[in-house]
């Protein structure tokens, strides 16, 4: 079976630092992605970033990068120069074969909250 | 540019009602899921589909019916309420090719069950 751990249920951090959101994942499978969403106050699931287990290069987009560590089984992301906008909560969630399901097996999020 | 869109977006139900909540995409995605998203959790897969005519279970389907009749389309049936089945709804869509890994979702169904 799937898990992923998020093992930081709130952060509080000053506007323009620097974030780094915690996620460690079990899985049997070879070959497995791992995501990255936002979900704002309003509720919507918003995409911010994927790594493939077969990736050699940490995954970035814009502000967020990936910290892969494959051996740890931990894919924490990194939220650079933060902004008061970042405030929501943050899903780590990993897709492979396992079980049969071809879903994503969620986290259960890190509320983060960004002060002026 | 829909996306996927769900509707309803709120629904009140009394226990024992049955109702469906509609999912539909314009994208030709072939992967078709629903999520429920319940207080202090992530989402948990409710059923999934790879392709019209084929679904199968994920982690909580109990209380829960799907069909994929068309490609477009994944609606997620509740056949006797429970309070328990008080909780968001999320359906998501991506397809099979090199940008299978873009998973788009809905905006969110609220349902409480009283």
């Known amino acids: 079976a799937q898990k992923i751990t998020q093992t930081q249920p709130g952060m509080f951090v000053q506007e323009k630092e620097a974030v780094t959101l915690d996620c460690t994942y079990d899985?049997?499978?070879?070959?497995?992605?791992l995501f990255w969403y936002k979900q704002p106050s309003s509720g919507e699931m918003i995409f911010l970033i994927y790594?493939?287990?077969?990736?050699?290069q940490n995954a970035t987009e814009g502000r967020y990068s990936l910290n892969f560590q494959k051996a740890r089984k931990s894919a924490n992301l990194v939220i650079s120069a933060s902004q008061l906008g970042d405030s929501a909560m943050y899903f780590c969630?990993?897709?492979?074969?396992?079980?049969?399901?071809?879903?994503?097996?969620f986290g259960k999020g890190t509320h983060l909250i960004i002060q002026p | 540019n829909a996306g996927v869109t769900q509707t309803p977006k709120f629904q009140v139900l009394k226990t024992g009602q049955s109702m469906t909540l509609q999912c539909a995409q314009d994208?030709?995605?072939?992967?078709m899921s629903w999520y429920r998203q319940d207080p202090g959790m992530g989402l948990r897969l409710i059923h999934y589909?790879?392709?019209?005519?084929?679904?199968d279970q994920g982690e909580v389907p109990n209380g829960y019916n799907v069909s994929r009749s068309t490609t477009e389309d994944f609606p997620l049936r509740l056949l006797s309420a429970a309070p328990s089945q008080t909780s968001v709804y999320f359906c998501?869509?991506?397809?099979?090719?090199?940008?299978?890994?873009?998973?788009?979702f809905g905006e969110g169904s609220w349902l409480t069950v009283v």
């Open positions: 998501a869509s991506r397809d099979n090719g090199v940008s299978g890994n873009t998973i788009y």
């Open positions: 899985t049997s499978d070879p070959s497995y992605g």
């Open positions: 790594q493939g287990s077969y990736d050699q």
């Open positions: 969630a990993m897709r492979g074969k396992g079980g049969g399901a071809d879903g994503l097996t």
């Open positions: 994208m030709n995605h072939e992967y």
């Open positions: 589909s790879v392709g019209a005519g084929i679904t």
